[in-house]
């Protein structure tokens, strides 16, 4: 094997080592209230896991407070969270001092490509990520998609997976990597060329330039100006459809404005078929998915009867996922792409609350929804497609040119 060394130096801080800082008996107040919180708040904490397993599995971790590390404590915490089993119930690293490799990796059938990373370390975008110290992709990525949060199946399992392998606490205290601010990863070019290059971590708070693989269609524009940069649409040339991103959420009121301007679209230009697309939507007001549902039911022009199309990926989650089920319902749309992240049926709408003494943020689910009468793991697209590679290396969307060659 070929080994370069190349340090990268980000910017320059001090690196602070996470160590136990809190006291004892504080740790064990905030357990308590870790338990008391779910049991009050979670619409059904013991849904899967029973309170007797729960209620053992937190003593073993109160009994480790004295030999344990802050975060190794919090890493405790999450693999129980894990064991409740929804998406929404979860703890957050959002008020802790994290670090993170400037990259960020997405799956390819078996491998990890390297899609968005530091302008120093441009020449490895694309690249497969095959080893971290010494450790093969596969077991590394196992042990990060054990303890990553807001994993409802093994879809968003995936997704979490690749969101937290830069963190780099978390790899050092899964024993992947032997330093917390330098790490050796190994990559394999697509001319099989396979080299070791150093990465030094970067704080959250730091400015990084990064380069990242990003794809469109040629037959799709971005208007230049949107009410919501996540929200917005625009036909689809060479047919007669019409294309609706549907990234973020709007506010009600927003999408009250956009959804009737749109409709007015589709019978000023007769639009005949419609592509929802909510692939990379992480969640928001489902009832303001339904509106823009609502306003679009107006839309006589539309070919209710097989010309529309809606889009989704494993990062379609929470209301998008809802919201997915049902304008397959509501709006007789064919679903395209790859199962959702988030399940049709069961716990949602997240709320936190934060423990007394550590300030650690726990998620936890308020409602059940029963989106879909049969339970699954995502919600199933009628027609399965997923991302290919050498289409996203090259900066196009498969998913969405095999939609328009049907409209064409």
């Not at 896991?49 to 999450?78: A, P, R, W, Y």
């Not at 990062?315 to 997915?324: D, E, I, K, Q, R």
Request: with cysteine.
């Amino acid at each position: 094997m070929k080994n370069i060394l190349v340090t990268l130096i980000v910017t320059a801080f001090a690196f602070q080592v996470l160590a136990q800082k809190m006291d004892n008996d504080l740790w064990q107040q905030d357990l308590e209230a870790y338990k008391t919180g779910l049991e009050q708040k979670h619409i059904d904490v013991y849904n899967k896991i029973s309170d007797t397993e729960f209620d053992s599995e937190l003593e073993i971790i109160k009994s480790s407070i004295g030999n344990k590390t802050d975060f190794q404590l919090v890493m405790d915490l999450m693999r129980l969270t894990r064991k409740i089993g929804d998406g929404h119930t979860a703890i957050s690293l959002s008020n802790i001092e994290t670090h993170n490799f400037p990259f960020e990796i997405k799956q390819f059938g078996n491998d990890w490509r390297i899609v968005k990373i530091a302008q120093p370390l441009g020449h490895l975008l694309g690249t497969r990520l095959v080893a971290v110290d010494e450790t093969p992709i596969a077991i590394a990525a196992q042990k990060v998609g054990e303890v990553a949060q807001f994993v409802e199946n093994p879809h968003s399992k995936i997704i979490r997976t690749a969101q937290y392998f830069p963190i780099s606490e978390l790899l050092f205290e899964l024993n992947l990597i032997k330093q917390k601010e330098k790490a050796p990863f190994t990559f394999k070019s697509d001319n099989g060329t396979v080299f070791t290059e150093t990465i030094t971590v970067s704080a959250n708070n730091e400015p990084v330039e990064f380069t990242e693989l990003t794809i469109s269609v040629p037959e799709i524009e971005k208007p230049e100006e949107t009410l919501n940069p996540g929200f917005w649409y625009a036909p689809i040339s060479g047919t007669d459809a019409l294309y609706i991103h549907f990234e973020n959420y709007p506010t009600f009121e927003e999408m009250m404005q956009i959804a009737e301007e749109m409709v007015g679209f589709i019978f000023q230009n007769n639009i005949r078929k419609l592509v929802i697309d909510l692939r990379n939507n992480g969640g928001g007001d489902l009832y303001v998915g339904l509106v823009l549902a609502n306003a679009l039911n107006l839309a006589d022009p539309v070919d209710w009867k097989s010309g529309v199309y809606v889009l989704a990926d494993k990062v379609t989650f929470s209301a998008a996922t809802s919201n997915t089920a049902l304008f397959r319902e509501l709006l007789n749309a064919k679903i395209v792409g790859e199962p959702t992240g988030s399940n049709p049926t069961g716990f949602q709408d997240m709320d936190t609350f934060e423990l007394p003494n550590s300030k650690l943020v726990v998620c936890y689910s308020k409602r059940l929804f029963r989106i879909q009468e049969d339970f699954s793991e995502g919600v199933q697209p009628d027609i399965p497609q997923t991302y290919e590679w050498e289409s996203f290396s090259q900066g196009n969307d498969n998913m969405l040119q095999w939609v328009i060659k049907k409209l064409q």
